[in-house]
């Protein structure tokens, strides 16, 4: 029965999200979540849903538990490696991005993605930040 339950607030968190209804998806996907707490899909989406109201930290960690529980799940490190680059975690940021490359080295997507949003945030916040300097 749990697995139904977590398949539906899945799905109408997810009706939701496609909506534009950010606030609701939210609560359906926590509730999601509290029900299967080993399943990375609602705890992904949430933090998409957390990341466009802006709540950003609550974003990376629901990221951070999401790559925690599947190691292997790409998307949630490429969003956490955005998110901890947009929070001027740079350092952070590469790693997450360097383990996510790792996981799809033929991918070029991921490479170009990622080298030009670094290359695109060091400009603008840390003249030296690719030769080491914070």
């Given at each position: 029965m749990a697995a139904s339950n977590y398949a539906d607030l899945l799905q109408?968190?997810?009706?939701?999200?496609?909506?534009?209804?950010?606030?609701?998806?939210?609560?359906?996907?926590?509730r999601a979540v509290h029900l299967s707490e080993r399943d990375v899909d609602a705890r992904f989406h949430l933090g998409e849903m957390l990341w466009q109201l802006g709540l950003t930290d609550e974003a990376i960690a629901s990221w951070r538990e999401a790559a925690k529980i599947d190691p292997q799940?790409?998307?949630?490190?490429?969003?956490?490696?955005?998110?901890l680059l947009a929070r001027g975690d740079f350092a952070d940021s590469r790693v997450v991005a360097a383990e996510a490359l790792a996981m799809a080295p033929s991918d070029l997507r991921w490479h170009t993605r990622s080298s030009t949003r670094q290359s695109m945030h060091c400009a603008r916040v840390s003249r030296g930040c690719w030769r080491g300097r914070r």
């Open positions: 109408r968190g997810r009706t939701h999200m496609w909506a534009g209804r950010p606030i609701e998806a939210v609560l359906m996907f926590r799940f790409l998307a949630a490190r490429l969003a956490l490696a955005e998110a």
